[in-house]
């Protein structure tokens, strides 16, 4: 598992006031990592290539080192390039892995693979505890078409994507292709490509899916370094994600750097588990920050299904800049409880310009599972004025047992609500909190709690029928 990440003290708000500013479950790689990664991956593939015997260029596709000896992916061998059974094997795939072609790591054993190219053809790895790198310094981490199967006990995999072909071209996708786990324990990191002067590229446009396996994904979109607002990082996902038997899935968009906006974390779809009573029981979807604006957690779907507690975080990603536009809604698109018990945390990007997003957006709808449901939406800081918790249009709705509902508006309180849209509790004796109490938009089968009122003049109240 993944260590949490602790913020550091002196960046503990975002505003002198502020202590609810939200972190990334896990530390971003950093630019300078993510090609060192790669230029350590082509190190290894140039000495590994001096030992390589020569031969026709058309006569080869894939060619790799196998401890040390070359092989070549031809009709001889059935376009396979295979490790040595019952020792650990260390493959180096020097460029890309055609389609066409493929490596198989064996049963048992351990086996570091690393490829310094796009994955155009088939991975399968069935090592007790194989370690894969994927790191082109052009173009995409797994191609169309390219697939990773990973069958093993314990599977280690990273892509990381290259930079693009040409300058002012976006950066290329992490996966396009196919990553599935089988069955043991697997961790998966996928990371899109920067764009130095366009946009990011997506994390995940194909599919990652965890199986049977006690699966941790990471996804990444990658980040922007334009010089204009209409620039942004890249998309977390927007193909489809389905966790292992247990595990984690965290998804974040790509950052803004220089004037660009952030990346949404996620436009498709995002499953806990392939069935229900099993998946991944801490999902984290996040919107990428930036000078040129925030943006949104969610405009796609996210559905847990474990019959054990579960909690889906989404927030939206943070402006930046003083100018930057108010950022999208954390939630515009749809989140799911599951069988278990579930808590689903919303909170709006902040701003240091005028307005903070709002939590759920227009057109938003969050649900409650079928266990007891614990959800809260927070609208995101501003300086002018906070956002709305639970915007116009936009829907929360309870299970069939006794859940509770907290919806707070962002900081300050202008013009901003709790609720301009519709709760509904659900079946069960529902408990709603909301803040400020001043507009309460539709609420049904919730009791309302009203917070404690301000001495000094905040807001409160107690609405009719309360």
Known sequence: MKPLVTPPPEAAAFFPDRSRRRWRRHPRRPAARRRGARLAALAAGALAAGVMTAAPAEALGTVCTVNGEAQAASEENDHTISGIPGVDNTIVCNCSLAAGDTVVTPVGGTTTLTIVGPVAGTITSQGASDTIEVAPLIGEGVAPGGVINLMGEASDLTVTAGDPEAPGQPGPVGNAGTISVQEGTADI????????????????????????????????????????????????????????????????????????????????????????????????????????????????????????????????????????????????????????????????????????????????????????????????????????????????????LDDAITLVAGLPVVDNASNEGTVDGGGGVNSCVFTPTASLGTVINCGITCPPVDPAGAEGGTPDGA
């Open 189 to 400: 990191t996928v990371l899109g490509g920067h764009g130095d002067t366009a946009d990011g590229g997506a994390g995940n446009t194909g599919s990652i899916t965890g199986g049977a396996a006690d699966a941790d994904i990471d996804v990444e979109g990658g980040d922007s370094y334009g010089d204009d607002p209409s620039d942004s990082g890249g998309v977390g996902n927007s193909g489809s994600i389905t966790g292992g038997n247990a595990g984690s899935i965290a998804v974040d968009g790509g950052d803004g750097e220089g004037q660009a906006a952030g990346g949404a974390g996620n436009t498709g779809t995002v499953t806990a588990g392939p069935g229900p009573g099993v998946g991944a029981t801490e999902i984290t979807v996040t919107g990428g920050d930036g000078p040129g604006g925030g943006s949104a957690g969610n405009e796609g779907t996210i559905t847990a299904t474990s019959d054990a507690p579960t909690t889906i975080t989404v927030d939206g990603g943070d402006a930046l800049g003083a100018d930057a536009p108010t950022p999208p809604p954390a939630n515009s698109g749809l989140i799911e409880g599951g069988p278990g018990d579930t808590t689903i945390l919303v909170t709006g990007g902040d701003s240091a310009g005028d307005t903070g997003g709002d939590g759920n957006g227009s057109g938003g709808e969050i649900t409650g599972g079928e266990g007891q449901n614990t959800i809260e939406i927070t609208g995101g800081d501003g300086t002018v004025t906070g956002g709305t918790a639970n915007a116009a249009d936009a829907t929360v709705t309870g299970g069939p």
